[in-house]
């Protein structure tokens, strides 16, 4: 069992940056793939970006290409979205989630557990 809170969500001008953490309790967190997922009111979730369990690998949507970073440090059981050049079409809850099964999972936005989300707000 995994569990995993979120944090750093916030109102942001478009433009500005915040970095989301992740972190999770329980069971061999670095033995997962960690992604992080988004979903607007009224659309349909999206991933955003995913990270292999030794953080070696990254994959990232195209809409955050070059401005989001993901990582993650297994010695603190955290993983983390930087967010840069933030623009108002970014604004949404993001969560992030944990799949045993590895990265390619995480971009079909298959996962194992995830969290409740932080919200993140762009103001024009």
């Known amino acids: 069992q995994v569990q995993l809170v979120e944090s750093g969500g916030g109102l942001v001008q478009s433009g500005g940056s915040l970095r989301l953490s992740c972190a999770a309790s329980?069971?061999?967190?670095?033995?997962?793939?960690m992604g992080w997922f988004r979903q607007a009111p009224g659309k349909e979730r999206e991933f955003v970006a995913a990270?292999?369990?030794?953080?070696?690998?990254?994959h990232y949507a195209d809409p955050v290409k070059g401005r989001f970073t993901i990582s993650r440090d297994n010695a603190k059981n955290t993983v983390y979205l930087q967010m840069n050049s933030l623009k108002p079409e970014d604004a949404a809850l993001y969560y992030c989630?944990?799949?045993?099964?590895?990265?390619?999972?995480?971009?079909?936005?298959?996962?194992?557990?995830r969290g409740q989300g932080t919200q993140v707000t762009v103001s024009s």
């Open positions: 989630a944990a799949v045993y099964s590895g990265i390619a999972a995480l971009i079909r936005a298959e996962y194992d557990y």
């Open positions: 990270i292999s369990w030794s953080g070696g690998s990254g």
């Open positions: 329980g069971r061999a967190f670095s033995r997962y793939a």
